[in-house]
């Protein structure tokens, strides 16, 4: 197939681009390059005969269809969006217009693109959405497909609200769509504004170790490669018109997380061992959901597919990643924003 790919610069678009030439497809790759997106992250496959990039800002509809007509996709995977709850909470209107308003203006392209060409039955416009949609879950129970929509957060309503579109446009105009909602995702090329690879780095760094709260929060976690998989195996099986949850059944409270990379670090570098001396707690996310959980039935019973890596094995892998990819995070430590505390407007 040839597939575009919104947001493939970034850590689970890049997967994605990077397990589809793997798997013998053509990607078109289309990327605003905004402040957590990196070439570097498809560099392993920039080179490949399938592979072509076009940096391109999904809220501007006629570079879309420019992109459209150039390329003639099969199949679309819109991964695009802000994601950040820290940053959402200091400034909404970036989730608003790129979540909301970009989903909007890829979704018209496709539709126009999909209708010049005939509504061939084979297209797909795949979204890929976030667990954070359904809210926060309590001690017991598990998100399935059919959760009611809950968002705590500017992030997780303006995904919501992007779903939501997605929705009304295959029933509205009847575009061919399938959706999923992942749980948090964790591995190679993780922007180091989120959790885990702001643990592994301060350690390395010998910095504090920020928790939020108590660290009780509860996360599903998913390695970004596994997940990767599961997307592709979605467009090309999923069901037109259905959503798929994606799950790691990995489920942690923060603080295990973070003391399991610091005994990890402990382990692969001792400097500054022990590690967990650094962990700090600190003041709490305003509105932080307690726990997500994923129930992922459907995609085992109706595609075959579960993940491949427990979480022990996903994190050593990552932490071994970390320390050996200086070259790789070094630079995106200069970002803005990057290791200031965000996310306290509320």
Sequence with gaps: MKILVTGGAGFIGSAVVRQAIADGHSVVNVDALTYAACLENVASVAQSKGYAFE????????ALDRVFEEHQPDKVMHLAAESHVDRSIDGPGAFIETNVMGTYHMLEAARAYWV??????????????TDEVFGSLGAEGQFNEDTPYDPRSPYSASKA???????????????????????????????????????????????????YGQGVNVRDWLHVEDHATALLKVLDEGQTGRSYNIGGENEARNIDIVTQI???????????????????????????????????????????????????????????????????????LERQGVGARLGTKG
């Excluded at 609200?161 to 992942?182: F, I, K, M, Q």
């Design 116 to 129: 010049e060409k005939g509504r061939p039955e084979a297209f797909r416009f795949h979204h890929i959405s």
């Design 262 to 332: 610091c005994d990890l670090m402990d382990e692969m570098h001792e400097q500054g061992a022990p590690h967990a001396d650094l962990i700090t707690y600190v003041d709490d996310r305003p509105g932080h959901d307690l726990r997500y959980a994923i129930d992922p039935q459907r995609m085992q019973n109706e595609l075959n597919w579960s993940p491949s890596r427990t979480l022990e094995q996903g994190l050593r892998e990552t932490v071994r990643w970390y320390l050996d990819n200086e070259a790789w995070w070094r630079p995106l």
């Design 161 to 211: 609200s992007s779903d939501h579109l997605v929705r009304a446009w295959a029933e509205t105009y009847g575009l061919p769509v399938v959706l999923t909602n992942c749980s948090n995702n964790y591995g190679p090329y993780h922007f180091p504004e989120k959790l885990i690879p702001v643990v592994i780095l301060n350690a390395l760094h010998g910095k504090a170790i920020p928790v």
């Design 55 to 62: 940096n391109v800002d999904i809220r501007d509809r006629q």
